[in-house]
């Protein structure tokens, strides 16, 4: 089992930033990809941003530009840096972990963007 333990959510206005860790424990070895999704209100579970152990990232269209992933293997901990924060950023943000082609969750931060 992988276990994630997500911080750095909170409130903030819009045009502004908001950075993300989630650090890994348990059987990290073989976790390949790790990233980050949302959960609007009312809406569905949706991919941020993805990370592999070699670095090679992918990114929703809704975030290029704006948001930055990156993640320490020695540490097993990555992040999410985000920056020019829109309304409809606000969501509950999951850190996510594949091992051996099995999803792992962390338990959700909220991240609110609102004036």
């Known amino acids: 089992q992988v276990q994630l333990v997500e911080s750095g959510g909170g409130l903030v206005q819009p045009g502004g930033s908001l950075r993300l860790s989630c650090a890994a424990s348990g059987s990290v070895f073989s976790v390949n990809v790790m990233g980050w999704y949302r959960r609007p209100p009312g809406g569905e579970r949706e991919l941020v941003a993805q990370?592999?152990?070699?670095?090679?990232?992918n990114y929703a269209d809704s975030v290029k530009g704006r948001f930055t992933i990156s993640r320490d293997n020695a540490k097993n901990t990555v992040w999410l840096q985000m920056n020019s924060l829109k309304p409809e950023d606000t969501a509950v943000y999951y850190c996510?972990?594949?091992?051996?082609?099995?999803?792992?969750w962390g338990q959700g931060t909220q991240v609110t963007v609102s004036s």
């Open positions: 996510n972990a594949v091992r051996l082609q099995v999803n792992h």
């Open positions: 990370i592999t152990r070699f670095g090679s990232t």
